[in-house]
């Protein structure tokens, strides 16, 4: 049973434009959010994170958004980049627990 | 500055044989994970460990599965006997402090396992 869900598998974004990745979680208890990148044969490496006290993290052209009413995450990406091409994990933590999503494979199309 | 350092890098193997996978964390760094990922679940959490000490291995998919972690520079990973189910990539992540679930954890590049 999946606490931490990505149900678009795939997207592709222009270069330049706007890149939104969502995510959305199960149970109401997580209270630390995080983005993973990860390219062909390498780690995750993250990205940025937010705890559930925020509604909102910006980091230079990444921002996550919060919604804990609707127990929803997103990521946005301003401007994309060729770069950016990557898959993209959300993972969500409470305590000793710990959940990734299936990932998110972002294509930015040059 | 090393990062977690993974090896073998890719492996196979014949279903039934014994498949060990190493993993050397970041100096300085009090947990340690072990990771599963596949195209239908993603990166499961498999085991972690804190200061050596496996803390939760409730992700564990069987008694064919073990994790070892002798000491804060060395974890292994065995599966024995090993099965064509049991092909995917294997992370191992580990992060600084004894709160993990706070931190950004640092991965590995990873072992392709193929079980044939």
């Known amino acids: 049973d999946q606490q931490v869900k990505q149900n678009s598998p795939s997207l592709s974004v222009q270069e330049g434009r706007i890149s939104i990745l969502n995510c959305d979680y199960t149970?109401?208890?997580?209270?630390?959010f995080l983005w993973y990148k990860k390219y062909p044969a390498e780690g995750p490496t993250f990205l940025i994170s937010?705890?559930?006290?925020?509604d909102k993290n910006e980091d230079g052209r990444f921002t996550v958004f919060l919604n804990k009413s609707a127990k929803h995450l997103s990521l946005h990406i301003v401007p994309s980049q060729p770069g950016d091409s990557a898959v993209y994990f959300c993972?969500?933590?409470?305590?000793?627990?710990?959940?990734f999503g299936t990932g998110t494979s972002l294509t930015v199309i040059p | 500055d090393a990062g977690v350092i993974q090896s073998p890098r890719h492996e196979v193997t014949e279903m039934g044989q014994e498949v060990t996978l190493r993993c050397k964390p970041i100096?300085?760094?009090?947990?340690l994970f072990w990771y599963r990922q596949t195209m239908m679940r993603g990166l499961e959490l498999l085991i972690y460990?804190?200061?050596?000490?496996?803390?939760?291995d409730s992700g564990m998919p069987e008694d064919r599965f073990s994790a070892k972690m002798p000491n804060a520079s060395f974890s292994t990973l065995k599966i024995q006997p090993s099965e064509p189910r049991d092909s995917a990539v294997y992370f191992c992540?580990?992060?600084?402090?004894?709160?993990?679930?706070?931190?950004?954890?640092?991965f590995g590049d990873g072992t392709r396992l193929s079980i044939l």
């Open positions: 937010i705890s559930s006290i925020k």
């Open positions: 993972a969500a933590s409470s305590g000793n627990q710990f959940y």
């Open positions: 460990f804190n200061n050596n000490v496996p803390i939760d």
């Open positions: 100096s300085g760094h009090n947990s």
């Open positions: 992540a580990s992060s600084p402090g004894v709160t993990w679930a706070n931190q950004p954890q640092h």
């Open positions: 149970n109401s208890m997580f209270d630390y």
